[in-house]
């Protein structure tokens, strides 16, 4: 007999962030909280997995940026990101989840340097999509609001000929 899978009609989902200007790649860190406010258990898909808008075959979150250009705000594309749509369907398989059950919480994390080991010199916004499972078996994105931040200096990973990796500040505009 099959298990009915836990619904997530109950769930508080927040997303933290930090804004202003950001000097180093810890500042990057996006935090999602999830709390069970209902009586029923609910899938909480992990980890964390960067993906492109609506895979969710391959990924449980994904991204809006926009950087100010000519005094507002534009869709920004990291050209560093592979945004090629493909069959995902052939790759569909479950996600790993934990069972959070009634009242308790559970903190995932996940910096957006690691999407593209790079960050640009400029003014940015950012939202966050996270999936989870809706009450009538499908998929569900729930949305952060709009982060404001400032990268203060191109940050990027250099991979040395011996192997190891160093993060490079190219230069500082907060002088």
């Known amino acids: 007999?099959?298990?009915?899978?836990?619904?997530?009609?109950?769930?508080?989902?927040?997303?933290?962030?930090?804004?202003?200007?950001?000097?180093?790649?810890?500042?990057l860190r996006l935090t999602i909280s999830f709390h069970n406010a209902g009586n029923d258990s609910a899938h909480i898909y992990t980890p964390l997995k960067f993906g492109i808008k609506y895979d969710p075959y391959d990924a449980n979150l994904y991204f809006e940026f926009q950087k100010q250009e000519a005094g507002g705000y534009k869709e920004y594309r990291d050209l560093n990101i592979c945004y090629l749509l493909y069959d995902s369907a052939a790759a569909s398989k479950p996600h790993n989840y934990l069972l959070l059950t009634p009242g308790n919480k559970l903190f995932l994390t996940y910096n957006l340097f690691d999407r593209t080991e790079s960050v640009y010199t400029g003014k940015y916004k950012m939202r966050a999509h996270v999936l989870i499972d809706s009450k009538d078996n499908t998929y569900l994105y729930i949305s952060s609001r709009w982060f404001e931040y400032e990268i203060i200096r191109d940050i990027y990973?250099?991979?040395?000929?011996?192997?190891?990796?160093r993060v490079n500040n190219i230069h500082d505009t907060d002088k």
């Open 1 to 27: 007999m099959a298990q009915s899978q836990p619904k997530a009609e109950n769930l508080q989902i927040n997303f933290q962030f930090f804004e202003g200007k950001i000097r180093d790649t810890s500042q």
């Open 157 to 165: 990973i250099v991979r040395n000929d011996d192997g190891s990796v």
